[in-house]
């Protein structure tokens, strides 16, 4: 039969339990925050290389598109020096050069329909890159407000917490609150109070000495594990 102290001291362990369940989620939330918001950024980053990707495609095309258009010029102005030369050999090596344009303004325009194959496939897998994006996007901030929200009502339940972990303090004897707050000093990791089982203490398994085991059973009495220190009942 526990006595009333010693009930009220579960009590004590629990609400204090309790408040300590609802920090751990307290600490939780601003991580989970951050990694939905590097979820985004990395989304966004990912875009905007692919559009850099397309940028740098379409700078290119314009580039072959100039250097046809000179070459073009440069065709015409040969065909032009070639109705005004009298030489055989003038007139030859005008051809020699326009035949020379006319195979680079060749190589240069299969260049370009290979760049606008890149072009279009880069636009169409950009287009539903995006609307993955927009739709991952919109659902990592429903669910940064479902955190939001958890978090502040969190910060709810702790004040609620703190407030019956004081009550349940104000009502347990001195000692006993003392001898609670010293084995949470040393102990760290809950629970702080815990049942002989057999001879044993049933959160680090060990076997207590016989005063432990005797004591363990008058609950007006703080009785420690001999081995992990908690406070033992029976
Ligand atoms: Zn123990």
Do not use: W
């Not at 918001?37 to 580039?63: H, S």
């Not at 669910?143 to 917490?161: C, P, T, Y």
């Not at 009502?171 to 702080?192: G, I, N």
């Amino acid at each position: 039969m526990l006595t009333d102290d010693f009930k009220k001291l579960l009590i004590l362990q629990d609400k204090d339990l309790h408040v300590r369940s609802i920090e751990a989620d307290l600490k939780s939330y601003p991580q989970d925050k951050k990694q939905l918001l590097a979820k985004k950024e990395a989304l966004i980053q990912q875009f905007e290389k692919a559009k850099n990707e397309l940028k740098v495609l379409e700078v290119k095309m314009n580039e072959r598109a100039g250097t046809i258009a000179e070459l073009r010029a440069k065709r015409i102005k040969y065909k032009t020096q070639q109705i005004e030369v009298k030489r055989n050999e003038d007139l030859q090596a005008l051809e020699q050069e326009i035949l020379k344009i006319q195979q680079n303004i060749s190589d240069i325009e299969d260049e370009e329909i290979q760049l606008m194959i890149e072009l279009e496939d880069g636009k169409e897998n950009l287009k539903s890159f995006e609307e993955t994006m927009t739709t991952d996007i919109a659902q990592y901030e429903d669910e940064l407000l479902v955190l939001n929200d958890r978090e502040k009502e969190s910060e709810g339940h702790l004040n609620e917490a703190r407030k019956d972990f004081d009550a349940a303090n104000s009502d347990l004897s001195q000692k006993f609150v003392r001898a609670y707050e010293h084995v949470k000093r040393q102990v760290r990791r809950a629970p702080f109070i815990v049942e002989l089982q057999g001879v044993t203490c049933s959160e680090c398994h060990l076997k207590v000495s016989n005063e432990a085991q005797s004591s363990a059973r008058d609950t007006s009495l703080i009785t420690h594990c001999d081995q992990c220190n908690r406070i033992l009942y029976k």
